[in-house]
C-alpha cells in the first residue's frame, strides 16, 4: 500500500530565506514581499493541496560572521524581516484548506500576551493556524531582548516546559466548552461561573489571570518543533505533533526519527501521532537535463559571502576567519548543534572546508536538495519517506514564486498519480486535516490534557 505524504511549503517574511544571491534573479518575487506576494502564494499552494505553509522566523540579526551583522544586513540575509504572524489572516481570507504553521520563539516574549495572539489567530484562520515552538539560538536576539548573553542550549528548553505549562493552561483551562451563551434574549454573552482564573507559579513564569479569547476552534493550535539537538528531541516527543528535521543523509535523519518516536511512547504517547517534516529543496522540470540546466543556472546567482553569514548563525562560528579551502569540524556550542554534528554523523572520515560547507548550503540551507524529473523528483520523496521513517517534507524554494509553481504543477500530480498525495482537502481545522474527523482538540494522551477544566472533587458527607 502507498504511504500519503504530507508536504508544506517553507518560506520566511524576508528576501532571502534559504537561498543567499536568489533575490536577484530577474524571475524571482522575494526582494518584495508585499501581501500580493503572499496572497499569491496562498492560492498557488491551495491549488496544489499543500498541506500548510511554514514560515519560519528569528529574532535578531546573523551577526556572528566578521563580529557584525554587516554581510547579512549587504545580501538581506533573513534581514529585513517582518512579522510572520500578521500575514495569517489575510493569506487565510483567500483560501479554505490551507495551514499555517507560524514560527514564534517564546524566549522572548510573556506566555499570556503569546496565548491571546495564538487564540486570535486561530479565530481568524478557522482552526488552521499551528505554532512552530522555538527557543532562539542567537544572541542578537537576546541583546535585544535586553539581556547580556543567550541563555544556554539546555537551560532554554527548561524554560520552554514552564511556558507550555502556562500556555496549556490558558488555551485548554479557562473557559469551558460551553461557557459562550451569546444569548441575545437575555443579554448574557458569557456565563462567568464557567470561565476560570489560571493560576501557576513555576521555576520560571507564573500567571494569575483569565485568557482573555474565547476557545478557538483547536484551543491549543497544531504543535510543531523544529529542534533536532537530544534536548530538542525529547521536547518534540512529548509536545509536538508535527516536527521539522533536516540533515544531510537518510543515515543521519532514520536515528532521529526514530529517537523521537520511541521518546514519544516513554511518554505514553502514540509514536504514530508525530507526523515528522523532512527539509528538502527541490529544482524540478520536465526533464532531468532541464532540471539539471535550471540548477545551474540558479547558482550563478548564489552569493557566497551570504551563504556564510547564515552557516555563521547557525553554527555559532565566525567563518570569516577561515580561508574557503580551510577544513571545519564539529564545535559544540549554544547555536544550532545539530547542523553540523549531523555532516560528521553522515561521513566522519570526511573532513569539510568552508567552500564546501557554502556552496553545499546556497540552495536551500540545510534542506536535502533533489534535482531532476517530475518522476525522479517523486521517487526520491518516496525513498525518503520510506527509508528514514517521516510522514512528509517541508519544501523550500531557491525562486519563488517559481519553485513552488513547479511543485504543485510537476510533483504534485505525479504523487497523485502514485496514490502518495492527497486528492482532495480533507474538511475542518488543521488537525482534522492531518488526523481525520473528529480530532480538531489534542488527544487525551498529549501533556496539554492535564490542564484542561475539571469540576472540582467532593468529599462526600460524613
Request: aromatic share 10%; glycine share 8%; net charge negative.
Amino acid at each position: 500500500m502507498t504511504t500519503e505524504l504530507l508536504i508544506n511549503a517553507f518560506d520566511m517574511n524576508c528576501p532571502v530565506h534559504l537561498s543567499p544571491g536568489l533575490w536577484t534573479h530577474p524571475r524571482d518575487r522575494s526582494a518584495h514581499k508585499d501581501l500580493t506576494y503572499w496572497t499569491d502564494l496562498a492560492k498557488i499552494l491551495e491549488r496544489g493541496k499543500i498541506d500548510a505553509l511554514f514560515i519560519a522566523d528569528v529574532l535578531g540579526v546573523y551577526d556572528v560572521y566578521a563580529g557584525n551583522g554587516d554581510a547579512a544586513i549587504r545580501h538581506a540575509t533573513q534581514v529585513p524581516l517582518n512579522d510572520p504572524a500578521l500575514l495569517v489572516p489575510v493569506m487565510a481570507s483567500v483560501t479554505e484548506h490551507l495551514g499555517f504553521a507560524v514560527t514564534c520563539t517564546l524566549s522572548f516574549e510573556p506566555p499570556y500576551p503569546f496565548a491571546r495572539r495564538v487564540s486570535s489567530l486561530d479565530h481568524f484562520s478557522n482552526g488552521r493556524f499551528g505554532w512552530n515552538i522555538v527557543t532562539g539560538y542567537l544572541n542578537s536576539a537576546a541583546k535585544g531582548a535586553g539581556l547580556a548573553q543567550l541563555t544556554g542550549h539546555d537551560l532554554r528548553y527548561e524554560i520552554a516546559e514552564d511556558y507550555m505549562n502556562v500556555v496549556y493552561k490558558l488555551w485548554e483551562g479557562s473557559w469551558e466548552d460551553d461557557a459562550v451563551l451569546r444569548d441575545r434574549s437575555s443579554g448574557v454573552f458569557a456565563d462567568p461561573r464557567k470561565v476560570h482564573r489560571v493560576t501557576y507559579e513555576g521555576a520560571h513564569y507564573r500567571v494569575d489571570a483569565v485568557h482573555l479569547s474565547e476557545p478557538s476552534p483547536q484551543r491549543t493550535p497544531f504543535l510543531f518543533q523544529a529542534g533536532t539537538s537530544g534536548k530538542g528531541r525529547a521536547f518534540a516527543a512529548q509536545h509536538a505533533e508535527g516536527v521539522f528535521l533536516t540533515g544531510p543523509s537518510r543515515q543521519v535523519i532514520a536515528p532521529r526519527v526514530a529517537d523521537i518516536r520511541a521518546r514519544a511512547a516513554a511518554f505514553g504517547r502514540d509514536p504514530g501521532d508525530i507526523k515528522i517534516f523532512l527539509g528538502v529543496c527541490i529544482i524540478v522540470d520536465k526533464t532531468e537535463a532541464a532540471a539539471r540546466a535550471k540548477e545551474a543556472e540558479y547558482r550563478g546567482y548564489v552569493n557566497i559571502e551570504g551563504a556564510l553569514a547564515l552557516l555563521s548563525g547557525w553554527t555559532g562560528i565566525n567563518f570569516s576567519e577561515y580561508d574557503l579551502d580551510d577544513p571545519v569540524r564539529y564545535v559544540k556550542n549554544d547555536a544550532v548543534q545539530s547542523l553540523l554534528e549531523g555532516l560528521t554523523t553522515a561521513d566522519p572520515d570526511k573532513v569539510w572546508t568552508v567552500r564546501e560547507l557554502a556552496q553545499g548550503s546556497a540552495i536551500g540551507g540545510p534542506s536535502i536538495l533533489i534535482v531532476g524529473s517530475a518522476e525522479q523528483v517523486a521517487d526520491e520523496l518516496q525513498s525518503l519517506a520510506r527509508d528514514t521513517g517521516v510522514d512528509g517534507f517541508n519544501v523550500s524554494y531557491a525562486v519563488s514564486h517559481d519553485s513552488f509553481v513547479d511543485l504543485v504543477d510537476l510533483v504534485i500530480p505525479e504523487l497523485q498519480r502514485r496514490g502518495a498525495f492527497k486528492l482532495e482537502y480533507r474538511p475542518g481545522t488543521l488537525r482534522e486535516k492531518i488526523y481525520g474527523a473528529g480530532r480538531s482538540r489534542l488527544p487525551d494522551s498529549h501533556p496539554a490534557a492535564a490542564h484542561r477544566w475539571r469540576e472540582p472533587t467532593r468529599l462526600a458527607a460524613e
